[in-house]
Nanobody, 121 residues
Framework: VQLQASGGGLVQTGGSLRLSCSTSRIIFRAYDMAWYRQAPGKEREFVMAITWSGGTIDSVDSVKGRFTISRDNAKNTVYLQMNKLKPEDTAIYYC???????????????WGQGTQVTVSS
């Protein structure tokens, strides 16, 4: 099973990026999806999650009002729209799939390879 993340890049403070994560139809239709991030020297941090049905959405406080998660079932893809980016958002962003919507990374069975997001000040 593969999760393919893309969309990272270099952006100035206040800018926007949209990350994408695609996977197989079997995984996408049954699993909840989440985004994590890991900054240099820090532990992996939960960012946002969405259920397989697009219902419940959970997010960490630091991104509320700036980041939005969504999923396109026709494309088997989950998106993370990131607006008003800050230098502290700089990290490698990972998508992950789990049977449940949770912040615990140990519950996520499948992980993407990560995509680098760099926000310059």
């Amino acid at each position: 099973v593969q999760l393919q993340a893309s969309g990272g890049g270099l952006v100035q403070t206040g800018g926007s990026l949209r990350l994408s994560c695609s996977t197989s139809r079997i995984i996408f239709r049954a699993y909840d999806m989440a985004w994590y991030r890991q900054a240099p020297g820090k532990e992996r941090e939960f960012v946002m999650a969405i259920t397989w049905s697009g219902g419940t959405i959970d997010s960490v406080d630091s991104v509320k009002g700036r980041f939005t998660i969504s999923r396109d079932n026709a494309k088997n893809t989950v998106y993370l729209q990131m607006n008003k980016l800050k230098p502290e958002d700089t990290a490698i962003y990972y998508c992950a799939a789990s049977w449940i919507t949770t912040r615990s990374p140990s519950a996520y069975e499948y992980w993407g390879q990560g995509t680098q997001v760099t926000v310059s000040s």
